[in-house]
């Protein structure tokens, strides 16, 4: 069941209702960030309803030690948590000495809008207080062109009556996170106070933890400008863990009070404690020459260029289109690739679920999408991350006692942080999506020079640990890889999960052919010796892959035929989704799969099956799906559209598109699902356009929904931009610019020349 509290709008997010009994989801929906920090749309002012205040920096967390009584050997020494940091929205508000606060007073004309133009979150509504009416401006936006910096407008314009106004902005450090162990809280005050020029800065210090990983320090100063045409007075008021400022004036009707906060946010990753007051300061004394407008104006020019790249144009779907362009625009407020130290966490500045850190997400759903709609150093930097994590996963490993590398679950410094045990050294198919990441970049790009340095490291580092987890059946004369789980995370500790293996085995083949290529001196660090490659080509040639003759499918894992077998179909409606409404041991015991599991190895290694495989498989598979992981939908939609399921595609799309808009999972309200949001494009792009690419070479398979007129996007590909447009009688295509390319389109090879169009049919 489905829930949808916004209208539909192409390119706003906006509604006139306050959603009480959904405020959470609506706060998860208007979240805002810039790559640098973000924080959920909470209110400025005070609000005494149910709500998840939150606010996060990039890349700062804390390493909390989940409090247990079977702890047991290899398990990670602390869970990685993306913390609640100082908050710097807040902005307190009276009226004749009456607090305003939406879940108290009485109030009229609400509207909430995230323009997804720019990433700016509007809020407007008109108060009553006795005989005063006060209509309230609210405007907000994380800024890019200086992403240490936040910008919040608020105007008051008294429509009635006489106002005394008290604005009391601040900053606040008595933070904590919703999934703290027993409330506690994760920083410690360093200093606060009042700057010269009515500024306000407050130092705070993640507290100090026993597993050596960095303190760190934030500092947040703020500057409130005021502009008005009544009397005001201003004040500081600062407290144990906060700093404020006291604005208040009286006001009579058609009066107006404007109050622009500029805060900036400075952090240890970039800049000494004994710094960070005067570069805040600095940044300040910047910002304050501009208007908020003339900010706004910035921030659009950075989004227009984003948007040119990377906008999927849809026609005669108003909810597809929507959708598409909330999940780009999240994505982008998320990471854009300006700091090699930081990936795209699951929930990114939306929430605090799964530590919001780094997950395999990335590599197999971000990096084929941002090698299209963004410049290559983008995925390379993704890419770079986790080679410099290499030590990290080396140690995953060793904790394991295994060879190799083992890349993290979850992560902030490449040590594993996550403490499910089914999860954490059972799901390690995540080492083959780190792997594949690198083929995709280097056979998308063009460019061997990460793959034969830095990539090539990381791909023995890889081989290495599979060389060694597998184990040979004297039985069945065999490799086989037993005690995993596969992506589907409804099925623990089983053997011979089908993806699992054929990754396993995809890695070991990628990695002796890039080894053939490396020069003699990489050849010589590597020391991969002759004995150790044959090993790995024995595992190729000797793996054992579950498949059932008679229905014609790979199988899932060992024992999964063995189920009582039935599709997702026969499930009630109150049942689902089934994770909030079954025990762990129902769920792990039935035939229902949560996300893609073969369809997902289907998808990476698509050039070795048939499209008759292909169909099979999904047939099998898809009815007894339930998608309650955000990353299914896509993948099943990408195949669908591959065999000739239009429908189905269309529906999946929909489903992955507007998962959180809609609320498909009823598990939005603690967090957008950032990782999946590249799903809605690669099911357009990769699903519906049937874009591949093999060997260097692009191919399109196009077609155009039923219940669209057109769709049209543009891609990167090894230094050209294309732009397609797909239509029910035909489609066109055109290189915008680069040298000549040939591709083919609809299996028929076709050049394309800069600056003219190919008119291709459907």
């Known amino acids: 069941m489905t829930k949808r509290l916004f209208d539909i709008d192409p390119w706003v997010i906006k509604t006139s209702e306050l959603a009480v009994a959904d405020k959470r989801l609506q706060e998860s929906i208007t979240s805002i960030g810039n790559s640098y920090m973000g924080m959920r749309g909470n209110f400025e002012e005070d609000y005494s309803g149910d709500t998840h205040q939150g606010t996060y920096l990039a890349g700062v967390w804390f390493p909390d030690k989940t409090r247990v009584g079977w702890w047991k050997n290899g398990y990670p020494k602390y869970f990685g948590k993306a913390i609640n940091s100082p908050d710097f929205l807040s902005i307190p508000i009276t009226v004749n000495g009456e607090n305003v606060d939406l879940a108290k007073i009485n109030y009229s004309d609400f509207t909430l809008a995230l323009n997804m133009k720019n990433g700016s979150l509007q809020r407007s509504f008109v108060g009553s207080f006795g005989a005063t009416k006060v209509k309230f401006e609210f405007a907000r936006f994380m800024s890019n062109a200086t992403q240490q910096l936040g910008l919040i407008s608020v105007k008051a314009t008294v429509l009635a009556g006489q106002a005394e106004l008290v604005f009391k902005p601040l900053i606040n450090g008595d933070v904590h996170n919703e999934d703290s162990n027993y409330d506690e809280t994760f920083w410690e005050l360093k200093g606060h106070g009042k700057q010269p020029d009515n500024r306000y800065s407050l130092t705070m210090e993640t507290k100090a933890n026993p597993f050596g990983t960095p303190r760190f320090t934030v500092t947040e100063e703020m500057q409130n400008l005021v502009n008005t045409e009544a009397d005001y007075t201003r ?13 208040s004036a009286t006001l009579v009707t058609g009066q107006s009070l404007d109050l622009l906060k500029q805060v ?32 706004l104006a910035a921030q659009d020019a950075v989004w227009s260029k984003r948007w040119q790249q990377s906008d999927v144009q849809i026609d005669g779907d108003p909810a597809a289109q929507q959708g598409i362009r909330f999940n780009i625009l999240q994505l982008f407020m998320t990471y854009y690739g300006e700091d090699s130290r930081l990936n795209v966490g699951p929930k990114g500045f939306t929430g605090e679920k799964y530590g919001g850190a780094t997950y395999w997400d990335t590599e197999a759903y971000i990096v084929p999408m941002y090698l299209a709609v963004t410049k290559p150093a983008v995925p390379r930097q993704l890419l770079e991350y986790r080679y410099n994590q290499l030590p990290g996963a080396f140690h995953n490993a060793q ?23 089914e999860i954490t050294f059972e799901e390690i198919h995540r080492n083959a999506a780190i792997a594949h990441a690198i083929y ?61 293996n054929q990754m396993a085995v995809w890695v070991l083949k990628y990695t002796l052919e890039i080894l053939n290529k490396v020069s003699a001196d990489k050849a010589t660090e590597l ?15 000797n793996m054992y892959f579950p498949e059932d003759q008679d229905l014609g499918i790979f199988v899932q894992n060992d024992g999964y035929l063995d189920k009582d077998l039935r599709p997702a179909s026969s499930l009630l409606p109150e049942e689902r989704p089934i994770n909030q409404h079954w025990s762990w041991d129902k769920i792990l015991r039935s035939p229902f799969i949560k996300q893609a599991d073969v369809l997902q190895g289907i998808y990476f290694l698509n050039d070795q099956f048939t499209l008759e495989q292909k169909k099979r498989n999904f047939d099998f ?41 809609d609320n498909y999972n009823n598990d939005t309200d603690d967090g957008l699902h950032i990782t999946s949001m590249s799903g809605s494009w690669l099911a357009i792009v990769q699903g519906f356009a049937g874009m591949r690419h ?68 459907n």
């Open 264 to 295: 900036a946010v400075v952090t240890s990753r970039d800049v000494p404690e004994a710094k960070q007051v005067v570069q805040a300061t600095a940044i300040l004394q910047t910002a304050q020459q501009k208007s908020y407008a003339e900010h």
């Open 527 to 541: 020391a991969v010796a002759k004995t150790e490659q044959d090993k790995w080509q024995d595992i190729i040639d």
């Open 399 to 421: 904790q394991q006692g295994l060879k190799g590398a083992l890349y993290p679950m979850v992560t902030f410094d490449g040590i594993e942080c996550h403490n499910e045990w």
């Open 694 to 761: 093999q060997n260097g070479k692009l191919s399109f398979k196009l077609f155009c929904p039923q219940n669209w007129n057109s769709y049209q996007f543009k891609i990167n590909f090894r230094g050209r931009l294309l732009a397609v447009k797909v239509g029910h009688d035909g489609s066109k295509l055109t290189l915008l610019s680069g040298a000549d390319l040939e591709l083919e389109v609809n299996q028929q090879l076709v050049v394309l020349k800069e600056n003219e169009d190919l008119v291709v049919k």
């Open 440 to 500: 995709d970049y280097t056979d998308y790009t063009g460019d061997e020079t990460y793959v034969l340095n830095q990539g090539i490291v990381v791909l023995v580092a890889i081989a290495r640990f599979w060389a060694d987890r597998v184990h040979y059946s004297q039985h069945a004369h065999k490799y086989m890889i037993h005690g995993v789980t596969g992506p589907n995370e409804y099925e623990n500790n089983v053997n011979n999960n089908w993806y699992t």
């Open 235 to 247: 004040t500081a008021a600062i407290s144990d863990l906060a700093v404020a400022e006291q604005i």
């Open 621 to 661: 598979y898809e009815p007894m799906t339930v998608h309650e992981s955000s990353l299914s939908a896509c993948i099943h939609s990408i195949i669908a559209s591959e065999i000739g399921e239009e429908d189905k595609a269309v529906n999946l799309y929909e489903r992955t598109a507007r998962l959180d808009l």
